[in-house]
């Protein structure tokens, strides 16, 4: 079984300044990593995925996460976010072998940007 | 290619009545998700079908349930419906190639809005 800890359930953050999302997950097996995003009156896009190799992934929209095994996260970071970037962000995982394509969320982290 | 839709987006119901949804996957996708989202609770798995066969199922009650057609839609049925029922209700799909466990991303539609009063 898995389970997923997003430490902040909501995160307000001023124009331009860099923001980092918590995500800690566990797991007995080896996992696939995920951020989605949720806009207001939507589902959830992808935003990355970690499968394997390279533990630093990147969006095209400036966000980037990086896998850390020893301590079981996978944090969401932007540099510098736009007024654009409000959102509710889910983290997800799901095993990486077999045919289950169930993926576990956690709680989700809203993000609001002010100007 | 189209997206994945759901129908119909928003849907009210009372206590006891029972409900159906519908997703359409992607085209060429055989394998559909559904996942409850809810204030409380968040985004929990329901179920996923593959090739007309419930492959894996979440902790929900008997009352939900669904099923998967030769086209690959989907639909979820849930019966004698309770307050705790007005969710968001998610379908994703994805390809589900089999061969060594590959990696297939689940695309989400925008979701089935169920109030029960």
């Known amino acids: 079984a898995q389970s997923v800890t997003q430490l902040d359930s909501q995160v307000p953050v001023f124009e331009e300044a860099p923001v980092e999302l918590r995500c800690n997950y566990s797991s007995s097996v080896s996992v696939y990593l995920f951020w989605y995003v949720q806009y207001p009156n939507q589902g959830l896009q992808l935003l990355l995925k970690?499968?394997?190799?390279?533990?630093l992934v990147e969006s095209i929209n400036g966000f980037e996460a990086e896998f850390n095994k020893s301590q079981t996260s996978f944090h969401l970071r932007k540099p510098s976010v736009h007024i654009s970037d409000t959102a509710e962000y889910f983290c997800?995982?799901?095993?990486?072998?077999?045919?289950?394509?169930?993926?576990?969320f956690g709680k989700g982290t809203l993000l609001t940007v002010n100007p | 290619k189209a997206g994945v839709t759901q129908t119909p987006r928003y849907l009210i119901k009372t206590r006891g009545q029972q409900v159906t949804l519908s997703c359409s996957p992607i085209s060429g996708h055989r394998s559909v998700s559904w996942y409850q989202q809810t204030p409380g609770q968040g985004l929990q798995f329901l179920f996923e079908y593959f090739s007309e066969t419930q492959r894996n199922k979440g902790n929900f009650p008997g009352r939900f349930s669904g099923r998967q057609f030769s086209n690959s839609r989907s639909e979820m049925n849930v019966s004698t419906l309770e307050l705790g029922d007005s969710a968001l209700y998610l379908c994703?799909?994805?390809?589900?190639?089999?061969?060594?466990?590959?990696?297939?991303?689940?695309?989400f539609g925008p979701g089935t809005r169920l109030t029960v009063l």
């Open positions: 994703a799909s994805s390809l589900a190639v089999l061969a060594g466990g590959n990696y297939n991303e689940q695309f």
């Open positions: 997800a995982v799901r095993g990486s072998g077999g045919s289950n394509y169930k993926l576990t």
């Open positions: 970690y499968l394997s190799g390279s533990t």
